[in-house]
């Protein structure tokens, strides 16, 4: 018989890629489950329930514990996989509420802290003292950890704590593993791919940048992604020829940016797995990333890439003027980074396999 999980998750998006289509497929497989998160229920493989247009994520957690307890009366779940602390104690929460017997699992994909700090509004700073003390209590009270890098490992460990598993999420490949590499571009550019929030360093990486373009005139910087700082990249492209942005692009697109650029750039003040990180590797690209997170895990520096202090401008201008002055070391560093891709990908019934195997273990079903 398959076990019975309930995954919750802040949001899905929808519809779903195909890759995760396939995830889910290979999960089923395995597991009978359902997935409560927030998304656009049109064209949805799953009930998901509508975020609200105005404080969407107060509202989201406010009502998150309520819609949990109402899974746990009518599934009656063997485990809940809750992909976040926060998402853990709302669930520890609806189990006190219910009474019901399901073991929660937290899936910890990242730095617990960050949200309060790094996401949205600075306005969130006020939070930070409760937000933490509620992620440490869900994630001591929960009955196991999967950690997905050594990295998310190393934050469960410094809270006395000892994860029940460690591997990598699940993130679809195929779209950067169709064809060989290309040969770097003739003209050098960098790509950045992310969304524009605090955390992921776009404004650090626009001074930077102002720096580089005086002294490579001929290199090119490539932004992707939206999101709150997009100002700040709106005031780059405007002031600095060479440096472009573009909101949206599908994985092809990424992929084909990728092949037309030099190296990939992810000077993150804060970093869970970085799959944009293992993208780059599939093209044969060379990761210039900061010390922080989970990059460290998969950027060896010198070997797949650079790495640099986070923060620091000045230093993150010279990995740049390195990289993209001297194709040779971006050659050497591209095969280095080809050579890692195969580290981190994994098929969608191995992911499925594993995730059986913790919930069958945690919920002592096996």
Not at 28 to 33: A, K, Q, T, V
Request: proline share 7%.
């Amino acid at each position: 018989m398959k076990p019975r999980v309930l995954f919750v998750s802040r949001r899905v998006e929808t519809p779903l890629p195909e890759g995760e289509r396939r995830k889910w497929a290979a999960v089923r497989e395995e597991l009978d489950f359902r997935i409560l998160a927030a998304g656009k229920p049109d064209g949805a493989e799953f009930p998901l329930f509508p975020e609200p247009p105005l404080l969407a994520g107060p509202a989201f957690y406010a009502a998150l514990p309520a819609r949990i307890a109402r899974e746990l009366r009518s599934f009656r779940p063997q485990a809940v996989v809750a992909q976040g602390a926060h998402e853990t104690a709302a669930a520890l929460a609806a189990r006190r509420l219910t009474g019901v017997e399901t073991a929660v699992i937290a899936d910890v994909h990242g730095d617990f802290r960050a949200p309060t700090r790094l996401y949205g509004s600075r306005l969130r700073g006020v939070l930070n003292v409760v937000a933490d003390r509620t992620a440490r209590t869900a994630l001591r009270r929960a009955d196991g950890i999967r950690t997905v890098t050594a990295y998310t490992t190393t934050l469960v460990r410094d809270l006395g704590l000892e994860p029940a598993d460690e591997f990598p999420a699940y993130m679809d490949f195929e779209s950067f593993l169709q064809a060989p590499p290309a040969p770097l571009p003739e003209g050098p550019q960098a790509l950045f791919v992310g969304v524009l929030e605090r955390y992921k360093n776009v404004d650090g990486l626009a001074r930077a940048w102002r720096g580089v373009a005086t002294s490579l005139p001929a290199a090119r910087l490539r932004i992707v992604g939206t999101g709150a700082l997009a100002h700040v990249v709106e005031r780059l492209v405007a002031d600095v020829p060479g440096a472009e942005w573009t909101p949206r692009l599908s994985q092809q697109e990424v992929a084909a940016a990728l092949d037309e650029s030099t190296c990939l750039v992810l000077p993150s003040r804060s970093e869970g797995m970085g799959r944009v990180v293992v993208e780059a590797f599939c093209r044969g690209r060379a990761v210039i990333g900061s010390r922080v997170g989970g990059i460290p895990d998969l950027v060896e520096d010198g070997a797949n890439g650079l790495l640099v202090r986070s923060g620091d401008d000045d230093e993150l201008a010279e990995a740049l003027r390195r990289v993209l002055g001297d194709r040779e070391l971006a050659e050497r560093l591209g095969r280095g980074a080809h050579a890692s891709a195969g580290l981190w990908t994994m098929a969608p019934e191995e992911f499925a396999r594993r995730i059986r195997s913790l919930v069958e273990r945690v919920a002592g079903l096996s």
